[in-house]
């Protein structure tokens, strides 16, 4: 009888326990819509913590249904005590979980467990970019990327260098190579091409025609560049832009020109309210002073993205509101680092194994491929913005210079070869014995300076 009675207690407790189990197989799941955390789509809901619940079901082993927050908040304690929000359906036994950018504080570890982080985030600025940079000494060089820039140097190099080659070995520009100074030397040279890059001109031009085609295509494409540079410059000078600099949250609280706030009723909120640092209380006193706060992410989003209003903010949220639009940028300074975490009821046994499957994916890179799948930067640059140039942009005209240049050497050694030819016919050489002489002496620098101050000293003997 003793042993009868043992089976059956046994037998009642293993079915109650299965029944408990059947009963919590499908969990009760509350978040809220926050892109990309979670997003609408059709009927159905996608985001990263869609995403992320179900890699957590796999590993833990439970059934869910996910179900949106009825309030639509995240969660804090109001005045008589009680929980609004995701954290309120927890506590009062109305959702099992609650997944969502919910961040870990102190306020709600009391009132709910919460596992590991899924998520690191901090609390930063988000601002239009031209209120948040400073204009640079070196602003005149952006309409051009330093590609370019070396590319233009290279560029002007060469084409002085072939004026000046060219000029030496063209007949028809300098003719009398034992007496007549050449007029094209290396200095001049610098000075004719980058007085044509000016549009300003520097004479004497080449008379030869080697020398006008070199300097033809240089010509053009010294106009090609400048308006180039000049469409871009002035496309990066908005005439909207605040020349305020703001870097960090000590700019923010030492000036009064640009706007500022949060989310109301956030952890952001909260850790500017009860904050010692006599920068942050600053900035707190002046949010509720002024009554700056938004009610929504789109809405901080949104006045961010009109001008003269700073959103602050949780680092991750603002992330994706710069890769989603171009003329936002996150300040740099990042503070009051904490994490998103999954609520569930205080001292449920379920939070163990779902901290666990946390690190189980955090360590396989599961986390990190959610991360960058749904942060990915979808921005379309706005138009009036115009990045800086980069060489593949110009590589038309660079190579109409390239063109130029070599079709302006070629005609000068062709011009120097017809010379050399004639000369061999008088005086009964071979042209190729002709043709070296003129090389020889056309390619000496210093024995046509020789020559031509010997000139001169007898013009002044006379």
Same mark, same amino acid.
């Given at each position: 009888?003793?042993?009868?009675?043992?089976? %059956?207690?046994?037998?009642?407790?293993?079915?109650?326990?299965?029944?408990?189990?059947?009963?919590?197989?499908?969990?009760?799941?509350?978040?809220?819509?926050?892109?990309?955390?979670?997003?609408?789509?059709?009927?159905?809901?996608?985001?990263?913590?869609?995403?992320?619940?179900?890699?957590?079901?796999?590993?833990?082993?439970?059934?869910?249904?996910?179900?949106?927050?009825?309030?639509?908040?995240?969660?804090?304690?109001?005045?008589?005590?009680?929980?609004?929000?995701?954290?309120?359906?927890?506590?009062?036994?109305?959702?099992?979980?609650?997944?969502?950018?919910?961040?870990?504080?102190?306020?709600?570890?009391?009132?709910?467990?919460?596992?590991?982080?899924?998520?690191?985030?901090?609390?930063?600025?988000?601002?239009?970019?031209?209120?948040?940079?400073?204009?640079?000494?070196?602003?005149? #060089?952006?309409?051009?990327?330093?590609?370019?820039?070396?590319?233009?140097?290279?560029?002007?190099?060469?084409?002085?260098?072939?004026?000046?080659?060219?000029?030496?070995?063209?007949?028809?520009?300098?003719?009398?190579?034992?007496?007549?100074?050449?007029?094209?030397?290396?200095?001049?040279?610098?000075?004719?091409?980058?007085?044509?890059?000016?549009?300003?001109?520097?004479?004497?031009?080449?008379?030869?025609?080697?020398?006008?085609?070199?300097?033809?295509?240089?010509?053009?494409?010294?106009?090609?560049?400048?308006?180039?540079?000049?469409?871009?410059?002035?496309?990066?000078?908005?005439?909207?832009?605040?020349?305020?600099?703001?870097?960090?949250?000590?700019?923010?609280?030492?000036?009064?020109?640009?706007?500022?706030?949060?989310?109301?009723?956030?952890?952001?909120?909260?850790?500017?309210?009860?904050?010692?640092?006599?920068?942050?209380?600053?900035? &707190?006193?002046?949010?509720?002073?002024?009554?700056?706060?938004?009610?929504?992410?789109?809405?901080?989003?949104?006045?961010?993205?009109?001008?003269?209003?700073?959103?602050?903010?949780?680092?991750?949220?603002?992330?994706?509101?710069?890769?989603? &639009?171009?003329?936002?940028?996150?300040?740099?300074?990042?503070?009051?680092?904490?994490?998103?975490?999954?609520?569930?009821?205080?001292?449920?046994?379920?939070?163990?194994?779902?901290?666990?499957?946390?690190?189980?994916?955090?360590?396989?890179?599961?986390?990190?491929?959610?991360?960058?799948?749904?942060?990915?930067?979808?921005?379309?640059?706005?138009?009036?913005?115009?990045?800086?140039?980069?060489?593949?942009? %110009?590589?038309?005209?660079?190579?109409?210079?390239?063109?130029? #240049?070599?079709?302006?050497?070629?005609?000068?050694?062709?011009?120097?070869?017809?010379?050399?030819?004639?000369?061999?016919?008088?005086?009964?050489?071979?042209?190729?014995?002709?043709?070296?002489?003129?090389?020889?002496?056309?390619?000496?620098?210093?024995?046509?300076?020789?020559?031509?101050?010997?000139?001169?000293?007898?013009?002044?003997?006379?």
């Amino acid at each position: 009888m003793m042993l009868l009675g043992l089976f %059956l207690l046994s037998f009642g407790f293993l079915l109650d326990r299965g029944t408990c189990t059947a009963m919590q197989s499908e969990l009760r799941i509350t978040t809220i819509k926050q892109e990309p955390y979670v997003m609408s789509k059709g009927a159905q809901l996608e985001g990263f913590c869609v995403d992320l619940l179900s890699e957590v079901a796999k590993k833990v082993g439970f059934k869910y249904k996910v179900q949106l927050v009825k309030d639509g908040a995240y969660g804090r304690q109001e005045e008589s005590g009680n929980w609004n929000g995701m954290v309120g359906e927890v506590v009062r036994g109305e959702a099992d979980l609650a997944i969502a950018p919910l961040t870990l504080t102190a306020a709600r570890e009391k009132a709910v467990g919460m596992t590991k982080p899924f998520m690191q985030t901090g609390i930063s600025i988000l601002l239009r970019k031209d209120i948040s940079e400073d204009a640079g000494f070196f602003d005149f #060089l952006s309409p051009f990327s330093a590609q370019t820039w070396v590319g233009i140097l290279i560029a002007y190099l060469g084409t002085a260098a072939c004026i000046f080659i060219v000029a030496r070995l063209s007949p028809s520009e300098w003719s009398q190579p034992q007496s007549e100074k050449n007029t094209f030397g290396l200095l001049h040279s610098l000075w004719y091409t980058a007085g044509a890059l000016t549009l300003q001109g520097a004479g004497p031009h080449p008379k030869a025609l080697s020398g006008r085609v070199i300097c033809s295509s240089w010509w053009l494409f010294s106009v090609v560049l400048l308006a180039c540079y000049f469409s871009n410059l002035s496309s990066t000078k908005t005439p909207e832009s605040s020349h305020l600099m703001v870097k960090g949250f000590e700019d923010l609280a030492n000036q009064d020109v640009i706007e500022y706030g949060c989310l109301a009723g956030s952890s952001t909120l909260a850790f500017f309210k009860n904050s010692n640092n006599p920068v942050y209380r600053r900035i &707190y006193e002046h949010m509720e002073r002024t009554k700056s706060f938004v009610s929504s992410m789109d809405e901080g989003i949104r006045r961010a993205k009109e001008g003269n209003y700073a959103f602050i903010g949780e680092s991750v949220s603002l992330d994706l509101a710069v890769a989603r &639009y171009c003329e936002l940028v996150r300040a740099h300074e990042v503070v009051g680092m904490r994490g998103y975490s999954i609520a569930a009821a205080l001292g449920s046994p379920i939070i163990k194994n779902l901290s666990v499957a946390i690190l189980q994916l955090s360590e396989a890179g599961e986390l990190a491929y959610l991360r960058s799948k749904w942060w990915a930067s979808s921005c379309i640059a706005d138009k009036g913005k115009v990045s800086a140039v980069q060489p593949h942009n %110009l590589k038309g005209i660079f190579l109409v210079l390239s063109l130029g #240049l070599g079709l302006g050497t070629i005609v000068a050694v062709l011009e120097l070869t017809f010379k050399s030819r004639r000369r061999a016919a008088e005086h009964k050489k071979t042209c190729c014995s002709v043709l070296t002489e003129e090389l020889s002496l056309r390619l000496r620098t210093s024995s046509g300076n020789r020559s031509q101050e010997n000139v001169d000293k007898d013009k002044e003997k006379a």
